[in-house]
């Protein structure tokens, strides 16, 4: 799924592009991937986009929830509808926004309020928030137990963080993925914290560097261990791993990340 450095640099991309410019129309292709809580008359002119400033403050807040598989692409209209295409909006400048999902998962919401979007008032702080000291990262830390990449992924501890950056960070900060957060040293923590923050940085620099206008498109190779199931650790040089559970892959170097695999070999 898009994660915060893939967000980052969507929101920048986006911003000077939409701000200040009127939607002209707005076409739903999959009802399934939109909840409008507006109304129940969609096509009423009150209760969509059609006519509203983007960043204009009127009331009216269209919300992306891309999931697993959802992606935005912007730049000039195509002449035909992809295959799970599933919303465009018409831009006054002669663009167009339009949000593609090939699994289905993703939502769009069209609210009032922010809290009206389920999950989001759970939501913890943004995960490169400046205000975010590592006194309350290890403070937010502590109120969670479990393997310490499961509190990463968790958005109620930080927002932003998923499956991939959670791989990076643990590499980074040398800490085995399923070890227990109350097995943690102080070190430990403030290396996971130091960690978490140089890596999501240095992410949005690459991607900044490398995604250009193609913002529907997830750049990934540069990963170190994400993804690189057998390969070489570019730290140590040892083999990385792939653990599947539930459908969701970890990465992580054995060598580098050294842990006691126990129960179905998946926990430590």
Known sequence: MPELPDLEVIRAYLAPRLAAVQIASAAVLRPLIVRNFFGDACDAPARQPRGHVVAEEDGMILVYH???????????????????????????DGMELRYHDAKDMGKIYLVADLSQVPGFA?????????????ELFAER???????????????EFFAGIGN????????????????????????????????????????????????GDSIDVEVRDFLAVHGKA?????????????????????????TCQPGLMVAKGRRL
């Open 164 to 211: 991939a950056y959670a791989d990076e960070i643990l590499w980074c900060a040398q800490i085995y993925p399923f070890r227990r957060r109350a097995s943690l040293s102080a070190d430990e923590i403030a290396r996971l914290y130091g960690c978490m923050r140089n890596v999501l940085a240095k992410a949005i620099e690459v991607l900044r560097e490398r995604v």
């Open 66 to 92: 891309p999931m697993l598989m959802g992606r935005l692409r912007y730049g000039t209209p195509l002449k035909k509808p992809r295959t799970r295409d599933a919303f465009v909006l018409a831009l006054a």
């Open 122 to 134: 759970s939501l913890g702080p943004e995960s490169d928030d400046p205000a975010l000291t590592p």
């Open 230 to 254: 057998d390969g070489e650790c570019p730290r140590c040089g040892g083999r990385i791993s792939e653990i599947t559970y539930e459908r969701i892959a970890t990465n992580f170097c054995r």
């Open 141 to 155: 830390l502590r109120r969670h137990n479990g393997e310490v990449k499961g509190i990463l992924t968790n958005q």
